[in-house]
């Protein structure tokens, strides 16, 4: 009997259902999120996406979960996502916006929620205010 549950699993994810969200574009999870945080914060948008992808991939690991940061060539905006990449499909769970605003850099977290994934927002606010001591582990 316990096979069971792990069979009916192993069908899921290979027959095409989503595991963690049903959203395979940056875009489409902006649309559909379930939680949108907003925050301003002290650093170069370049600089946090890399801060927060490092930090990420170290303290939000996941069998598959992976954290890439792209910048457009003037720097004034990056975007973290956070991609779960299954056999058969990639699912966009997570994007983070990073704005240059004025001296400062606006934040904007947007996230599935889902068993599966973290909390983000409380997690990359901490981090950045220096309470989260998260190292490669």
């Known amino acids: 009997m316990p096979r069971l549950p792990a069979f009916a699993a192993l069908c899921l994810a290979l027959g095409g259902c989503s595991l963690v969200s049903p959203d395979k574009t940056a875009d489409e999870l902006r649309a559909n999120a379930d939680r949108h945080v907003s925050q301003r914060?002290?650093?170069?948008?370049?600089?946090?996406?890399?801060?927060?992808?490092?930090?990420?991939?170290?303290?939000?690991?996941?069998p598959n979960y992976h954290y890439r940061c792209s910048t457009i060539p003037n720097g004034s905006r990056s975007e973290l996502t956070g991609v779960l990449e299954a056999v058969y499909r990639s699912e966009v769970f997570l994007v983070v916006d990073f704005v240059k605003a004025g001296s400062d850099?606006?934040?904007?977290?947007?996230?599935?929620?889902?068993?599966?994934?973290?909390?983000?927002?409380?997690?990359i606010e901490t981090y950045l205010s220096g309470k989260l001591d998260c190292q490669p582990g």
């Open 41 to 62: 914060i002290a650093l170069s948008p370049t600089n946090a996406c890399a801060k927060v992808a490092r930090m990420l991939s170290w303290c939000a690991r996941g």
């Open 105 to 123: 850099t606006d934040m904007i977290i947007h996230q599935r929620e889902s068993m599966l994934i973290y909390d983000y927002p409380p997690m």
